[in-house]
């Protein structure tokens, strides 16, 4: 009765002018963000993500670019052309690695929800690590306009749209 429903659902829709939520939490701008490098968003625009799970999540079909010997950030190209860094919190590199576990390595090609990194966010705060985390389009000259989608999301919601 409902097999036009079914068919919709096959449709593959085109997301390439939309970054989904690497994290689930409440998306902020960079200008909230505690840290004048994200802020002054001297790395690129985008939004931040204060999480409220410790994992980060592919928002597409990409190849993993860059892993921080740190492991406390992940870059990604994405299907899209999207250059995207996902720096999770502030002055986590002094950590060095600890509470931080990347599932992936450098080349991988992964698929959008694929967990890319677990980090324990209750250390992180118990540290006193201010666990917002930056999602940078790293190539940011490539697109007219990027604009934020602001409010609480889950994994792979839209958090931001972008125009060439």
Same mark, same amino acid.
């Given at each position: 009765?409902?097999?036009?429903?079914?068919?919709?659902?096959?449709?593959?829709?085109?997301?390439?002018?939309?970054?989904?939520?690497?994290?689930?939490?409440?998306?902020?701008?960079?200008?909230?963000?505690?840290?004048?490098?994200?802020?002054?968003?001297? =790395?690129?625009? &985008? $939004?931040?993500?204060?999480?409220?799970? @410790?994992?980060?999540?592919?928002?597409? !079909?990409? *190849?993993?670019? #860059?892993?921080?010997?740190?492991?406390?950030?992940?870059?990604?190209? =994405?299907?899209? &052309? $999207?250059?995207?860094?996902?720096?999770? @919190?502030?002055?986590?590199?002094?950590? !060095?690695? *600890?509470?931080? #576990?990347?599932?992936?390595?450098?080349?991988?090609?992964?698929?959008?929800?694929?967990?890319?990194?677990?980090?324990?966010?209750?250390?992180?705060?118990?540290?006193?690590?201010?666990?917002?985390?930056?999602?940078?389009?790293?190539?940011?000259?490539?697109?007219?306009?990027?604009?934020?989608?602001?409010?609480?999301?889950?994994?792979?919601?839209?958090?931001?749209?972008?125009?060439?």
């Amino acid at each position: 009765m409902f097999d036009f429903l079914k068919k919709n659902k096959e449709i593959e829709v085109d997301d390439s002018n939309v970054i989904k939520a690497p994290l689930e939490g409440k998306v902020i701008t960079m200008k909230e963000v505690n840290d004048p490098i994200f802020a002054e968003e001297l =790395l690129g625009k &985008g $939004v931040a993500i204060q999480p409220i799970k @410790g994992r980060v999540v592919a928002p597409a !079909n990409a *190849e993993v670019t #860059t892993i921080a010997d740190t492991k406390h950030a992940i870059g990604l190209t =994405l299907a899209s &052309g $999207v250059e995207l860094l996902i720096h999770v @919190g502030l002055d986590t590199v002094k950590l !060095n690695g *600890e509470y931080f #576990t990347p599932c992936v390595k450098i080349g991988d090609k992964v698929k959008v929800g694929t967990v890319l990194m677990e980090f324990n966010l209750e250390q992180l705060k118990k540290k006193g690590f201010d666990t917002t985390t930056a999602i940078i389009i790293s190539n940011t000259a490539d697109y007219s306009e990027i604009r934020p989608i602001l409010g609480k999301v889950r994994e792979l919601d839209k958090i931001i749209e972008l125009s060439r």
